[in-house]
């Protein structure tokens, strides 16, 4: 079936970061309201979810520096390494819902499944994304869901509506990709990305 | 007296069985207005509680010795514990100006000790906080949401006079006191205990209203009135509003707990009325 | 506690009986009601066994509200979604050119109006990260509820609160206690006439005020203050406003005695363009709207623009530019004046358009605009001795015939001497001497003027003084001028809060006038503006008994210093405070001085609004606290401080009254649109809250529009907050400024058309939002046809389902022009300020850009030995002036904001990105602590420290009450704030340095030292 997935039009992001607070804004994610709640208690990080961020890398000497932006969340793999490192799930069977992190077959969105997950933590290690974050508050594993609740309605059909960050994005680089071709993965990808031939994600970045 | 009468009621077990339904229906019902009237006294003075600062009849009442023991038959000593030290010191006429600051900073100032009273302050914060307790959420969010959703399935309007958002603890103790108080209607209207019924809310039927305000209790006011208690707790100067803080959490519990069985003997009652057994 | 939990209520006799006994006891303490009543709306039936559904589910057209965004000052189009009354998420409205405008390849992105909302619903504009925060703005924990008095004495952090009825009478007694009815007009110093009357020493001082009107109709036609709008301009960028007034002056206009402005700013059409230099503009972070600009410029780069960031520091707009050139923070005139040499030493000034002398020359070369470049300016001298220049009048020189010259008219030489509007074309360099009264005067053209002060250095010595290489200079002026018109050079506060920021201004804005890209696609748009709200059927200023007001302004702002205007007040050189005659925009960072001071009066009543002064004001906080807490004989001097504001900010924490009111998403009023060169009236709303008892967003409630025929009485989502209109509303009745028979601001009747007929009440925001609604629709009818057939309220239904009315897609150009044109004169000789002196130096103002260095007030270098870097600051894209603090998810980006040095520098310092550093001044030699952050983003020599950070109120500190520390988040407080260690003026140790002529603020004009702790 059709794999969705993310065209990143390198070019245009302006590292910005409202993909990322879309994101959180559509999906509640944390921290919600003063005061900021601090990792370990100590006032240094704050302890958050971020489902989409960008990274910001800068290079270069005075007078010509370089900084590039690049967003970045879960690319929905096609050989998630979240599912493979699992223990609660099967990747052989990687379509059954019943699995604590499944690819949907559909549309190829993969998700955590809050109700079976127990927070082992082990999809955080194995993902060369950092997609998956752990959440203090519920002790489980948390991440990109590809907005599939903006994306069908409660009888599962398509909306209309995009991702959050997609719809928002003040540089107009972030796209879907409806019928992502796998051979694609990782075209133009920028310096530092992870080997696509490591899990195949469902992103591709244009230049140009 | 009630007790009397439901020994009666149960140890009549030989008279015709739609007589002993009847009579022991309309008792019931009796007992269950004269209840449902009382926790509306109760949810209403605890809404007023939460809702505006305390009057000097207040304070006269509380500092009553005979009050105090009354009190702590009913929900234990500890929960007294704190009003018995509040009344041993305090006078009145000059605790009054203290108490109403002390409402103020607890319950309408931000720069204050404010406890920020609102559901999804407690419930919409997610991550941890300080020592692993989940960081705070927004003043409002789904909790006010599904709070307002349920105010209006019930056919509960807020008056206009009332300036307050719907997930005040408030309010959600004022929502307590309207099923409470439809639920003593119903009774009185001898409308039947049918949960399903379709009519429209005026005529709702007691039962309906338990589920109403079981669901409310276990699904907002239970979930999180605990952890406002230790915030008031925490940043109170005065034992009243410890008190407060103790007693609500104290008649919740033992709400939700009677709601609960009342609805276990309800439904045994309607299976097998004459089955002790699912009589606590 | 566990041994009681299982008993039930069924059976325990004691209990029972007790219980009732108990909760009779307590409800009869009568300190209960009724808070709940039955409904009238019937109810969903299915009750028994329902789940609660999901509460951000998916949005049908009910649930989408259209408004504005004020999380920075783009003012973007916000779409709300609204669930059971609850503000779930927020994104950009499709209908407004901000949020959307035309896809990469050029076709229409934006939905024209026509498109009803109903098929709208999966159509959303983009927004940027501040904007999807402002559910966190609403939904702050630390807003203040209720109204607020003061317990104990100023700054202390105890307060009660009141009810509004209290809080409006107390404060009204209060302001007729100290400015008595009976001596409201009476003057101040009866010897002193020109300070104007005592109701001047109640001074309304909004820090931004999209309201305008409202408070104009309160302070200023009701109650009758010279000082109803003291505003926040000048540390905003007045002076480019003030700059650009004065290229377009208009002789006869009334902003000041000499006259006013045209238009105050310019914007770059970014689309149409081909080559753009910003100077100190950061499109993708600030500027606005950032979200239009950053936007197109992506489009721009794709579509093979090429764009140029001068900067000291390296920001995001810099990182997706073509080149960065670093300068040296203030010398941007020398950047300017350098390409402005090789222009015109190379001849690639457009001359044709700059020979047109007057508006037919323009038009029959194709020009939208024209210059004065041709004009005659002679240089005289006064009674004085001092040399000052002015334009040449025809009448003068005597060539006027009073039929095709008018004595007035302006003198070009074309072919011997003419008036400006006989010939079709005029010289551009002219040095001539011509007879006035019999003497000789030395005339040139303004553009042999700016030649001059072109050609006063060499390119050399303009690449020393900004630090930019020569090549570098001469290759943008190159590549500039290579484009026709579509290239612009555009600035915003980098060039201009210096001290010298009125000629970097200049000299960079003529740059756009030596191409002449003016009205032209690519070019500069002063912005295509809206459809009026101001008047229509409503005439928004016109109040019955309006007592007008006299005198001059606390902050001494378009007030000539001389005898005509300012009396005997102005004793000589150096002024006792400076005069801002040309601070049209007010100024901001004096008025606290000014009030220390008692010059030129004591100011008894101060209300603010959206206010953050000692917070957002270079140098303020010291003085702010000695102002506010000095007493004289047991009072406090400024006697009455009521602070209008969401949040206990650093200006609530000293108010007397603290009157919280809502924040944008709770508002009316039109905030208008940014200098977009596509036209359009946004309409902000409330999308949360009740009117008249139903809840918006609810279903079978408002939805998304606001029922015509009720009162419409707001009560906002923290109901005992108050809408400002509200607020203002208020206080005017409390004051009595609703006697139909006195004066008649509010109140039955008081709303009045132009010729001055009574048209509807003003009680409550709604009246007035209405009022504006209807002239908006009025004035936009005749340019949408679909609104033709359409009667005043179906038009203001339409208005408020989309969030505004715009023009359609497409609309903003007209071949190679912009549809929407300035269409007038561009000055490169500004008249009225070459005839001005400074108020300290006493020396004439040149009138044409050059060079100028940074200077104390008595124009004296800045001289801070031991101090040798130079601090700057600036925005960043996560946050909105002082007002985030309150997000988390924006604070959660970069909890902390460090202290920016140059690799070069922090090599020779041996500092290491984390050191903890102590940057001072000489005017705050203990200044401030941060952290060090080492990057090659810096020019060396440069210190930048960001805005936004560093609060000491908003939520951030605890307060200590009777030995108990109260709430609050420290992370509100997190990293540093850079104002209070700005530079103070040499001789006004009080205020910051200053810009004198647009009254700007200085930032980037701080010598700092840096040492490690």
């Given at each position: 079936?059709?794999?969705?997935?993310?065209?990143?039009?390198?070019?245009?992001?302006?590292?910005?970061?409202?993909?990322?607070?879309?994101?959180?804004?559509?999906?509640?994610?944390?921290?919600?309201?003063?005061?900021?709640?601090?990792?370990?208690?100590?006032?240094?990080?704050?302890?958050?979810?971020?489902?989409?961020?960008?990274?910001?890398?800068?290079?270069?000497?005075?007078?010509?520096?370089?900084?590039?932006?690049?967003?970045?969340?879960?690319?929905?793999?096609?050989?998630?390494?979240?599912?493979?490192?699992?223990?609660?799930?099967?990747?052989?069977?990687?379509?059954?819902?019943?699995?604590?992190?499944?690819?949907?077959?559909?549309?190829?969105?993969?998700?955590?499944?809050?109700?079976?997950?127990?927070?082992?933590?082990?999809?955080?290690?194995?993902?060369?994304?950092?997609?998956?974050?752990?959440?203090?508050?519920?002790?489980?594993?948390?991440?990109?869901?590809?907005?599939?609740?903006?994306?069908y309605?409660?009888d599962?059909?398509?909306?209309?509506?995009?991702?959050?960050c997609?719809?928002?994005?003040?540089?107009?680089?972030?796209?879907?990709?409806?019928?992502?071709?796998s051979?694609?993965?990782?075209?133009?990808?920028?310096?530092?990305?992870?080997?696509?031939?490591?899990?195949?994600?469902?992103v591709?970045?244009?230049?140009? | 007296?009630?007790?009397?009468?439901?020994?009666?009621?149960?140890?009549?077990?030989?008279?015709?069985?739609?007589?002993?339904?009847?009579?022991?229906?309309?008792?019931?019902?009796?007992?269950?207005?004269?209840?449902?009237?009382?926790?509306?006294?109760?949810?209403?003075?605890?809404?007023?509680?939460?809702?505006?600062?305390?009057?000097?009849?207040?304070?006269?009442?509380?500092?009553?010795?005979?009050?105090?023991?009354?009190?702590?038959?009913?929900?234990?000593v500890?929960?007294?514990?704190?009003?018995?030290?509040?009344?041993?010191?305090?006078?009145?006429?000059?605790?009054?100006?203290?108490?109403?600051q002390?409402?103020?900073?607890?319950?309408?100032?931000?720069?204050?000790?404010?406890?920020?009273?609102?559901?999804?302050?407690?419930?919409?914060?997610?991550?941890?906080?300080?020592?692993?307790?989940?960081?705070?959420?927004?003043?409002?969010?789904?909790?006010?949401?599904?709070?307002?959703?349920?105010?209006?399935?019930?056919?509960?309007?807020?008056?206009?006079?009332?300036?307050?958002?719907?997930?005040?603890?408030?309010?959600?103790?004022?929502?307590m006191?309207?099923?409470?108080a439809?639920?003593?209607?119903?009774?009185?209207?001898?409308?039947?205990?049918?949960?399903?019924?379709?009519?429209?809310p005026e005529?709702?039927?007691?039962?309906?209203?338990?589920?109403?305000?079981?669901?409310?209790?276990?699904?907002?006011?239970?979930?999180?009135?605990?952890?406002?208690?230790?915030?008031?707790?925490?940043?109170?100067?005065?034992?009243?509003?410890?008190?407060?803080?103790?007693?609500?959490?104290e008649?919740?519990?033992?709400?939700?707990?009677?709601?609960?069985?009342?609805?276990?003997?309800?439904?045994?009652?309607?299976?097998?009325?004459?089955?002790?057994?699912?009589?606590? | 506690?566990?041994?009681?939990?299982?008993?039930?209520?069924?059976?325990?006799?004691?209990?029972r009986?007790?219980?009732?006994?108990?909760s009779?006891?307590?409800?009869?303490?009568?300190?209960?009601?009724?808070?709940?009543?039955?409904?009238?709306?019937?109810?969903?039936?299915?009750?028994?066994?329902?789940?609660?559904?999901?509460?951000?589910?998916?949005?049908?057209?009910?649930?989408?509200?259209?408004?504005?965004?004020?999380?920075?000052?783009?003012?973007?189009?916000?779409?709300?979604?609204?669930?059971?009354?609850?503000?779930?998420?927020?994104?950009?409205?499709?209908?407004?050119?901000?949020?959307?405008?035309?896809?990469?390849?050029?076709?229409?992105?934006?939905?024209?109006?026509?498109?009803?909302?109903?098929?709208?619903?999966?159509?959303?504009?983009?927004?940027?990260?501040?904007?999807?925060?402002?559910?966190?703005?609403?939904?702050?924990?630390?807003?203040?509820?209720?109204?607020?008095?003061?317990?104990?004495?100023?700054?202390?952090?105890?307060?009660?609160?009141?009810?509004?009825?209290?809080?409006?009478?107390?404060?009204?007694?209060?302001?007729?206690?100290?400015?008595?009815?009976?001596?409201?007009?009476?003057?101040?110093?009866?010897?002193?006439?020109?300070?104007?009357?005592?109701?001047?020493?109640?001074?309304?001082?909004?820090?931004?005020?999209?309201?305008?009107?409202?408070?104009?109709?309160?302070?200023?036609?009701?109650w009758?203050?010279?000082?109803?709008?003291?505003?926040?301009?000048?540390?905003?960028e007045?002076?480019?406003?003030?700059?650009?007034?004065?290229?377009?002056w208009?002789?006869?206009?009334?902003?000041?005695?000499?006259?006013?402005?045209?238009?105050?700013g310019?914007?770059?059409?970014?689309?149409?363009?081909?080559?753009?230099?910003?100077?100190?503009?950061?499109?993708?972070?600030?500027?606005?709207?950032?979200?239009?600009?950053?936007?197109?410029?992506?489009?721009?780069?794709?579509?093979?623009?090429?764009?140029?960031?001068?900067?000291?520091?390296?920001?995001?707009?810099?990182?997706?530019?073509?080149?960065?050139?670093?300068?040296?923070?203030?010398?941007?005139?020398?950047?300017?004046?350098?390409?402005i040499?090789?222009?015109?030493?190379?001849?690639?000034?457009?001359?044709?358009?700059?020979?047109?002398?007057?508006?037919?020359?323009?038009?029959?070369?194709?020009?939208?605009t024209?210059?004065?470049?041709?004009?005659?300016?002679?240089?005289?001298?006064?009674?004085?001795?001092?040399q000052?220049?002015?334009?040449i009048?025809?009448?003068?020189?005597g060539?006027?015939?009073?039929?095709?010259?008018?004595?007035?008219?302006?003198?070009?030489?074309?072919?011997?001497?003419?008036?400006?509007?006989?010939?079709?074309?005029?010289?551009?360099?002219?040095?001539?001497?011509?007879?006035?009264?019999?003497?000789?005067?030395?005339?040139?053209?303004?553009?042999?003027?700016?030649?001059?002060?072109?050609?006063?250095?060499?390119?050399d010595?303009?690449?020393?003084?900004?630090?930019?290489?020569?090549?570098?200079?001469?290759?943008?002026?190159?590549?500039?001028?290579?484009?026709?018109?579509?290239?612009?050079?555009?600035?915003?506060?980098?060039?201009?809060?210096?001290?010298?920021?009125?000629?970097?201004?200049?000299?960079?804005?003529?740059?756009?006038?030596?191409?002449?890209?003016?009205?032209?696609?690519?070019?500069?748009?002063?912005?295509?503006?809206?459809?009026?709200?101001?008047?229509?059927?409503?005439?928004?200023?016109?109040?019955?008994?309006?007592?007008?007001?006299?005198?001059?302004?606390?902050?001494?702002?378009?007030?000539?210093?001389?005898?005509?205007?300012?009396?005997?007040?102005?004793?000589?050189?150096?002024?006792?405070?400076?005069?801002?005659?040309?601070?049209?925009?007010?100024?901001?960072?004096?008025?606290?001085?000014?009030?220390?001071?008692?010059?030129?009066?004591?100011?008894?009543?101060?209300?603010?609004?959206?206010?953050?002064?000692?917070?957002?004001?270079?140098?303020?906080?010291?003085?702010?606290?000695?102002?506010?807490?000095?007493?004289?004989?047991?009072?406090?001097?400024?006697?009455?401080?009521?602070?209008?504001?969401?949040?206990?900010?650093?200006?609530?924490?000293?108010?007397?009254?603290?009157?919280?009111?809502?924040?944008?998403?709770?508002?009316?009023?039109?905030?208008?649109?940014?200098?977009?060169?596509?036209?359009?009236?946004?309409?902000?709303?409330?999308?949360?809250?009740?009117?008249?008892?139903?809840?918006?967003?609810?279903?079978?409630?408002?939805?998304?529009?606001?029922?015509?025929?009720?009162?419409?009485?707001?009560?906002?989502?923290?109901?005992?907050?108050?809408?400002?209109?509200?607020?203002?509303?208020?206080?005017?009745?409390?004051?009595?400024l609703?006697?139909?028979?006195?004066?008649?601001?509010?109140?039955?009747?008081?709303?009045?058309?132009?010729?001055?007929?009574?048209?509807?009440?003003?009680?409550?925001?709604?009246?007035?939002?209405?009022a504006?609604?209807?002239?908006?629709?009025?004035?936009?009818?005749?340019?949408?046809?679909?609104?033709?057939?359409?009667?005043?309220?179906?038009i203001?239904?339409?208005?408020?389902?989309?969030?505004?009315?715009?023009?359609?897609?497409?609309?903003?150009?007209?071949?190679?022009?912009?549809?929407?044109?300035?269409?007038?004169?561009?000055?490169?000789?500004?008249?009225?300020?070459?005839?001005?002196?400074?108020?300290?130096?006493?020396?004439?103002?040149?009138?044409?850009?050059?060079?100028?260095?940074?200077?104390?007030?008595?124009?004296?270098?800045?001289?801070?030995?031991?101090?040798?870097?130079?601090?700057i600051?600036?925005?960043?894209?996560?946050?909105?002036?002082?007002?985030?603090?309150?997000?988390?998810?924006?604070?959660?980006?970069?909890?902390?904001?460090?202290?920016?040095?140059?690799?070069?520098?922090?090599?020779?310092?041996?500092?290491?990105?984390?050191?903890?550093?102590?940057?001072?001044?000489?005017?705050?030699?203990?200044?401030?602590?941060?952290?060090?952050?080492?990057?090659?983003?810096?020019?060396?020599?440069?210190?930048?420290?960001s805005?936004?950070?560093?609060?000491?109120?908003?939520?951030?500190?605890?307060?200590?009450?009777?030995?108990v520390?109260?709430?609050?988040?420290?992370?509100?407080?997190?990293?540093?704030?850079?104002?209070?260690?700005?530079?103070?003026?040499?001789?006004?140790?009080n205020?910051?340095?200053?810009?004198?002529?647009?009254?700007?603020?200085?930032?980037?004009?701080?010598?700092?030292?840096?040492?490690?702790?």
């Amino acid at each position: 079936m059709a794999q969705i997935g993310w065209l990143i039009d390198l070019d245009k992001c302006t590292g910005c970061d409202s993909c990322t607070i879309a994101c959180k804004s559509e999906n509640n994610t944390p921290p919600a309201a003063s005061p900021m709640p601090f990792k370990n208690g100590r006032g240094v990080l704050p302890d958050g979810v971020d489902y989409r961020w960008v990274v910001k890398k800068e290079s270069g000497i005075f007078p010509l520096p370089a900084v590039t932006f690049v967003t970045s969340a879960c690319n929905h793999c096609r050989h998630p390494a979240c599912l493979a490192s699992c223990p609660l799930a099967d990747i052989n069977d990687l379509h059954n819902e019943n699995n604590a992190i499944f690819k949907r077959e559909e549309d190829g969105i993969v998700l955590i499944n809050q109700d079976v997950c127990v927070g082992c933590r082990n999809c955080l290690q194995a993902c060369p994304y950092g997609a998956p974050q752990f959440n203090s508050a519920t002790a489980k594993v948390e991440k990109c869901t590809l907005c599939i609740h903006r994306l069908y309605d409660s009888d599962g059909r398509r909306t209309g509506f995009l991702p959050a960050c997609v719809t928002t994005c003040v540089g107009d680089a972030l796209h879907l990709i409806e019928n992502f071709d796998s051979v694609q993965s990782g075209r133009n990808a920028p310096e530092d990305f992870a080997d696509a031939e490591l899990t195949v994600p469902s992103v591709e970045f244009a230049v140009g | 007296m009630p007790n009397q009468s439901t020994e009666r009621l149960f140890s009549d077990k030989h008279a015709p069985r739609s007589a002993v339904v009847k009579e022991r229906d309309g008792l019931t019902r009796v007992l269950s207005r004269q209840e449902a009237a009382a926790r509306v006294k109760m949810y209403r003075f605890l809404a007023a509680v939460y809702l505006r600062p305390p009057n000097e009849h207040l304070l006269e009442r509380v500092v009553d010795p005979d009050f105090l023991g009354e009190l702590s038959s009913l929900f234990g000593v500890r929960a007294v514990t704190e009003l018995s030290r509040f009344s041993a010191t305090a006078r009145p006429d000059q605790e009054l100006a203290s108490l109403r600051q002390e409402y103020m900073d607890l319950f309408a100032v931000p720069t204050g000790r404010y406890v920020t009273p609102f559901e999804d302050v407690y419930r919409g914060g997610g991550v941890g906080g300080e020592e692993g307790k989940p960081g705070k959420g927004p003043l409002m969010g789904k909790w006010a949401i599904a709070a307002r959703r349920m105010y209006r399935e019930a056919g509960a309007q807020k008056d206009e006079s009332c300036t307050e958002l719907p997930n005040h603890i408030g309010i959600e103790l004022a929502f307590m006191d309207f099923l409470c108080a439809r639920e003593a209607e119903a009774y009185s209207r001898g409308e039947g205990a049918d949960p399903q019924s379709q009519e429209r809310p005026e005529s709702l039927g007691p039962a309906a209203y338990h589920l109403l305000q079981i669901r409310f209790l276990q699904e907002h006011l239970t979930a999180w009135f605990p952890e406002l208690s230790v915030s008031i707790q925490a940043n109170a100067k005065s034992r009243f509003y410890r008190w407060i803080a103790q007693i609500t959490e104290e008649f919740l519990a033992l709400d939700t707990a009677g709601l609960l069985s009342r609805s276990v003997v309800l439904a045994g009652l309607e299976k097998n009325p004459l089955d002790q057994d699912k009589v606590e | 506690m566990n041994r009681k939990k299982n008993r039930n209520w069924i059976n325990p006799s004691v209990s029972r009986r007790t219980f009732m006994r108990v909760s009779g006891v307590l409800a009869s303490t009568a300190m209960a009601s009724q808070v709940f009543n039955e409904s009238k709306v019937v109810a969903s039936p299915a009750i028994a066994g329902n789940k609660i559904p999901p509460p951000d589910g998916l949005e049908t057209a009910e649930d989408i509200i259209y408004t504005v965004c004020q999380m920075c000052h783009s003012r973007c189009g916000v779409r709300a979604k609204v669930m059971e009354g609850v503000l779930v998420k927020l994104d950009g409205n499709p209908y407004h050119p901000n949020n959307r405008d035309v896809i990469e390849s050029g076709g229409a992105d934006r939905l024209p109006c026509t498109i009803a909302p109903e098929d709208a619903v999966t159509e959303l504009g983009r927004m940027c990260l501040k904007g999807q925060a402002g559910v966190q703005t609403v939904y702050d924990p630390y807003r203040i509820q209720h109204p607020l008095k003061r317990v104990g004495p100023r700054n202390s952090g105890q307060w009660q609160t009141i009810s509004w009825e209290q809080a409006f009478s107390e404060i009204a007694d209060e302001i007729n206690r100290l400015i008595p009815r009976n001596q409201r007009n009476q003057y101040i110093d009866p010897s002193r006439p020109e300070l104007g009357p005592k109701k001047n020493q109640l001074a309304f001082a909004p820090g931004r005020s999209v309201e305008k009107e409202m408070s104009e109709r309160i302070w200023k036609h009701g109650w009758g203050t010279a000082n109803y709008g003291l505003s926040h301009t000048s540390v905003c960028e007045s002076t480019r406003h003030v700059a650009n007034e004065l290229i377009t002056w208009d002789p006869d206009g009334s902003k000041n005695s000499r006259g006013a402005g045209r238009t105050a700013g310019w914007q770059v059409d970014i689309l149409g363009s081909e080559y753009i230099i910003f100077f100190g503009a950061n499109p993708l972070e600030a500027d606005f709207p950032m979200v239009g600009m950053a936007r197109n410029l992506m489009h721009f780069n794709r579509n093979g623009g090429k764009y140029v960031v001068v900067d000291p520091r390296f920001n995001n707009t810099a990182a997706k530019a073509h080149q960065w050139v670093p300068i040296t923070p203030g010398a941007d005139a020398a950047l300017a004046m350098g390409m402005i040499r090789w222009i015109i030493a190379n001849e690639k000034h457009d001359w044709d358009y700059l020979a047109n002398p007057n508006r037919e020359a323009a038009q029959a070369g194709g020009e939208a605009t024209w210059t004065d470049s041709t004009y005659l300016v002679g240089t005289f001298t006064d009674a004085e001795g001092k040399q000052f220049q002015r334009y040449i009048t025809a009448g003068e020189v005597g060539i006027s015939n009073g039929l095709t010259v008018q004595a007035g008219d302006y003198v070009v030489r074309s072919g011997g001497l003419k008036g400006h509007r006989e010939v079709g074309l005029g010289e551009l360099d002219v040095t001539e001497i011509v007879v006035i009264d019999g003497a000789p005067v030395e005339a040139k053209s303004a553009f042999t003027l700016l030649e001059e002060a072109a050609f006063s250095k060499t390119l050399d010595e303009y690449s020393s003084l900004c630090e930019v290489p020569k090549d570098t200079i001469v290759a943008l002026a190159r590549e500039f001028v290579s484009h026709g018109k579509k290239a612009a050079a555009m600035t915003y506060r980098g060039p201009i809060k210096h001290t010298n920021g009125f000629y970097n201004q200049l000299a960079i804005q003529h740059l756009n006038t030596l191409i002449g890209n003016y009205d032209w696609k690519g070019g500069c748009t002063a912005g295509a503006g809206g459809w009026g709200h101001k008047s229509g059927v409503v005439d928004l200023g016109k109040v019955e008994g309006d007592p007008g007001h006299t005198g001059i302004r606390i902050d001494r702002a378009k007030t000539f210093y001389d005898q005509s205007e300012a009396g005997s007040l102005f004793t000589g050189y150096p002024a006792k405070r400076p005069w801002f005659p040309f601070g049209t925009h007010g100024n901001y960072q004096e008025v606290i001085p000014s009030i220390r001071d008692s010059y030129p009066y004591e100011i008894k009543v101060l209300i603010t609004y959206w206010n953050a002064w000692p917070y957002s004001v270079p140098t303020l906080k010291t003085v702010w606290e000695q102002t506010m807490s000095e007493m004289v004989a047991g009072e406090y001097k400024l006697p009455l401080l009521v602070t209008i504001s969401p949040v206990m900010g650093e200006v609530a924490a000293w108010a007397d009254y603290v009157l919280p009111d809502t924040v944008y998403l709770e508002k009316f009023g039109v905030p208008g649109i940014p200098w977009r060169v596509n036209k359009g009236t946004a309409f902000q709303r409330p999308v949360v809250g009740e009117f008249d008892g139903e809840v918006v967003g609810a279903v079978g409630g408002a939805g998304n529009t606001i029922p015509l025929n009720g009162m419409n009485d707001y009560t906002p989502a923290l109901p005992d907050t108050k809408a400002v209109l509200d607020i203002q509303i208020g206080l005017a009745k409390a004051l009595g400024l609703d006697d139909p028979s006195g004066t008649h601001a509010v109140g039955d009747g008081a709303l009045r058309d132009s010729a001055g007929n009574s048209v509807g009440d003003l009680h409550n925001s709604w009246d007035w939002a209405y009022a504006i609604l209807r002239n908006i629709a009025e004035n936009a009818q005749a340019d949408h046809p679909h609104l033709q057939s359409l009667s005043t309220e179906q038009i203001v239904s339409e208005i408020l389902s989309r969030g505004g009315v715009f023009d359609s897609p497409g609309d903003e150009y007209t071949g190679e022009y912009l549809t929407y044109p300035y269409g007038n004169i561009i000055r490169m000789f500004v008249d009225p300020v070459a005839t001005t002196k400074d108020s300290v130096t006493g020396e004439y103002y040149s009138g044409v850009p050059h060079y100028k260095p940074v200077v104390h007030s008595d124009g004296t270098a800045i001289m801070d030995s031991g101090y040798d870097l130079r601090l700057i600051t600036y925005k960043t894209v996560h946050h909105g002036q002082a007002r985030t603090n309150v997000n988390p998810w924006l604070m959660l980006i970069t909890p902390e904001n460090p202290v920016e040095i140059s690799a070069a520098d922090a090599q020779a310092m041996e500092i290491e990105t984390g050191d903890v550093l102590r940057v001072s001044s000489s005017s705050n030699p203990e200044g401030v602590v941060g952290k060090a952050l080492v990057t090659q983003r810096l020019k060396p020599g440069v210190v930048a420290i960001s805005h936004h950070y560093g609060h000491w109120e908003q939520g951030s500190q605890p307060m200590e009450i009777d030995g108990v520390m109260t709430e609050f988040d420290p992370s509100r407080g997190a990293g540093i704030q850079p104002n209070p260690i700005m530079r103070t003026d040499k001789l006004y140790s009080n205020v910051s340095l200053q810009e004198p002529i647009g009254a700007s603020c200085s930032f980037f004009d701080t010598w700092v030292k840096v040492t490690k702790i």
